[in-house]
C-alpha cells in the first residue's frame, strides 16, 4: 500500500513537470468561456507551433519521461527483490532463464524449480536479464536498478515513435501531445518500474514497427521491406504475437500494389525467417519442432477450465503450484504441454458454452478493466475501470474521426487494434497485454483531443 500511495502521489507530481503555463487559472469560481479559450490557447502554445524544434521537444520529453520513471523506482524502493520463493517474483521466467543462462545451464529451467530446457518465453530479453545479472550480479539490488533503467529507457524512447506515428499520420501537433500523453502515462510507469518483464520493449516496438511500416501501403523499397522483416523478426523473439501488427499493412500494400508486391514481401519474409531461425534450428534440435513459443497450451489451460469464467486460476500454472512443477520436471516440458493440450481439447468438447463465455468476459476486460463476473482474485477495481476506459474510448472515438476524415491511416490504427488482442481473447486479459497496444490508442486520442479544442465543443457524434 505504501509504494502505491507514492505512486499516486508521482502521478500528481507529473503537472509540476509541465510548463505552468499549460494550466488555466485556479479560480475558486467557475471557469466562463473566456477562460476555457485562454485555457485552450495556452495548450495550442506548448503543443501546436510546428516551426518549433522537434529535436529540442523530444530530447526534453525523454528527459522528463525518465526522470519521472526512475523518481518512482527510488521513491517506492522498487529495486528491492523480495527474497520470499527464492528470488522468483523479480523476473518471473523471465529472471529464471536469466539465471540458469548466467550459471551455465544454458536456456532452461523458467519455475521456481528446475525443469529442464524450455521455449516458453521468447529468448531475447532473458538475454538480455542474463547479461545485466552476469555485470551486477544475480538478483541483487544493483541488478534491479540496472534492469528497471533500462526498462525505463525502452519506455521513454516510445515517446519518440508516438511523436513521429502522430506527426506521419495526423500531424505535428497531435504527434507532440501523445508524446507528451505518453511520458505522463500512468498505466506505462506503472509495469515500467514494478516488474522486470518485456512489458516496456513490447510498447516500444508496437510504436515503432506501426511508423516504420506506415510507408509500406505504398512503396516497393526491397531494403525497406528487409528491415520490416528483420524488426518483425526481433519483435518475434521478445513477443511473438507482435507479428500480428504486420497484417493490415500487408493487406494494404497487396491491395495498392497487386503482384508488384512479391518481390519485396519475399525478401522481408526471408530476411524474417533468417533471423529467426537459430532459435528455431536450437528447438527442433531440443524439443523435436519448429517454433517459437510452447508455452500456448499452458496459458490457455490457466484461463480456459470448469472452474473459472475467463479469469486466469493461478493454482493450475506450474509456477505457483510445486505439484505441476515436479510433473513438468518429470515428463519434460514437451510432454506437459501435450498433456494441457489434452485438457483443452476435453474442456472445449465438455463446456463450449462457458469457453464463448470467457471470451466474452476478457474482451469485455481487455477494452475496459471490468470484468462482467469478477472472481475473488480478480476482482474489478473502478481506478482500472475508469483509466482503462478512458484511454480505450477517447482512442477509438480518435480513430472514428480520422476515419469521418478522410485519413487512410485510420485503417491501419483500426486493423492493428483489431487484430492484436485476438489472442489474449482466447487465452488471459491482463492490463499489461493491454499497455502493449496503448501507443496505439494514445495517438488518436490525442488527435481527438486537439480536435475538440479546435471546435470548441467535445466530438461525440
Given at each position: 500500500m505504501r509504494a502505491e500511495a507514492v505512486f499516486q502521489n508521482a502521478e500528481l507530481s507529473v503537472i509540476a513537470l509541465l510548463p505552468p503555463t499549460i494550466l488555466p487559472p485556479r479560480d475558486s469560481g467557475p471557469i466562463d468561456m473566456h477562460k476555457l479559450a485562454t485555457a485552450r490557447e495556452r495548450i495550442q502554445q506548448i503543443v501546436l507551433p510546428a516551426q518549433r524544434s522537434p529535436k529540442l521537444f523530444l530530447i526534453g520529453v525523454f528527459l522528463i519521461a525518465f526522470a519521472l520513471r526512475m523518481s518512482v523506482v527510488f521513491a517506492t524502493h522498487a529495486y528491492h527483490i523480495d527474497n520470499g520463493?527464492?528470488?522468483?517474483?523479480?523476473?518471473?521466467?523471465?529472471?529464471?532463464?536469466?539465471?540458469?543462462?548466467?550459471?551455465?545451464?544454458?536456456?532452461?529451467?523458467?519455475?521456481?524449480?528446475p525443469t529442464g530446457p524450455t521455449a516458453i518465453v521468447g529468448p531475447l530479453y532473458p538475454l538480455l536479464l542474463a547479461l545485466i545479472f552476469k555485470v551486477f550480479g544475480v538478483y541483487s539490488t544493483a541488478s534491479a536498478v540496472a534492469v528497471l533503467a533500462v526498462q525505463s529507457v525502452f519506455s521513454s524512447l516510445t515517446c519518440l515513435f508516438v511523436y513521429l506515428c502522430g506527426r506521419d499520420t495526423v500531424g505535428e501537433a497531435t504527434g507532440k501531445l501523445a508524446g507528451i500523453l505518453w511520458a505522463v502515462f500512468p498505466l506505462n510507469i506503472f509495469f515500467t518500474v514494478t516488474r522486470a518483464w518485456e512489458t516496456s520493449i513490447t510498447a516500444l516496438l508496437t510504436?515503432?514497427?506501426?511508423?516504420?511500416?506506415?510507408p509500406l501501403r505504398r512503396s516497393l523499397s526491397t531494403p525497406r521491406w528487409s528491415a520490416t522483416g528483420g524488426l518483425l523478426a526481433i519483435a518475434a523473439l521478445i513477443n511473438t504475437s507482435l507479428v500480428m501488427l504486420a497484417v493490415p499493412f500487408g493487406l494494404s500494400a497487396l491491395r495498392r500494389n497487386g503482384m508488384r508486391l512479391w518481390r519485396p514481401a519475399t525478401v522481408a519474409a526471408l530476411t524474417c525467417?533468417?533471423?529467426?531461425?537459430?532459435?528455431?534450428?536450437?528447438?527442433?534440435?531440443?524439443?523435436?519442432?519448429?517454433?517459437?513459443?510452447?508455452?500456448?497450451?499452458?496459458?490457455?489451460?490457466?484461463?480456459?477450465?470448469e472452474w473459472?469464467?475467463?479469469?486466469?486460476?493461478e493454482d493450475l500454472h506450474p509456477a505457483r503450484s510445486p505439484y505441476l512443477n515436479r510433473r513438468w520436471h518429470d515428463v519434460g516440458e514437451v510432454r506437459f504441454m501435450a498433456d494441457e493440450r489434452d485438457l483443452n481439447s476435453r474442456f472445449l468438447a465438455a463446456d463450449r458454452p462457458l469457453f464463448t463465455f470467457a471470451v466474452l468476459n476478457r474482451i469485455v476486460n481487455y477494452w475496459t478493466g471490468a470484468w462482467i463476473t469478477p472472481i475473488i482474485d480478480f476482482p474489478n477495481s473502478w481506478r482500472v475501470i475508469f483509466g482503462t476506459t478512458i484511454v480505450s474510448g477517447v482512442g477509438l472515438l480518435g480513430i472514428r474521426r480520422m476515419f469521418y476524415s478522410g485519413n487512410s491511416a485510420a485503417f491501419m490504427y483500426a486493423g492493428c487494434l483489431g487484430i492484436y488482442p485476438l489472442?489474449?481473447?482466447?487465452?488471459?486479459?491482463?492490463?499489461?497485454?493491454?499497455?502493449?497496444?496503448?501507443?496505439?490508442?494514445?495517438?488518436?486520442?490525442?488527435?481527438?483531443?486537439?480536435?475538440?479544442?479546435?471546435?470548441?465543443?467535445?466530438?461525440?457524434l
Open positions: 520463493g527464492d528470488h522468483f517474483g523479480f523476473g518471473w521466467e523471465m529472471g529464471r532463464v536469466a539465471r540458469s543462462l548466467v550459471e551455465g545451464a544454458g536456456f532452461s529451467s523458467p519455475l521456481p524449480s510504436a515503432a514497427l506501426f511508423w516504420y511500416m506506415l525467417i533468417a533471423l529467426v531461425s537459430p532459435w528455431l534450428i536450437r528447438n527442433y534440435f531440443v524439443f523435436g519442432r519448429f517454433m517459437l513459443r510452447s508455452n500456448f497450451p499452458l496459458e490457455f489451460r490457466v484461463a480456459n477450465n473459472s469464467p475467463g479469469q486466469k486460476i489472442l489474449y481473447y482466447v487465452t488471459t486479459s491482463q492490463p499489461r497485454f493491454y499497455h502493449a497496444i496503448t501507443p496505439l490508442l494514445i495517438v488518436p486520442g490525442a488527435f481527438w483531443v486537439l480536435n475538440c479544442l479546435k471546435s470548441g465543443k467535445p466530438d461525440y
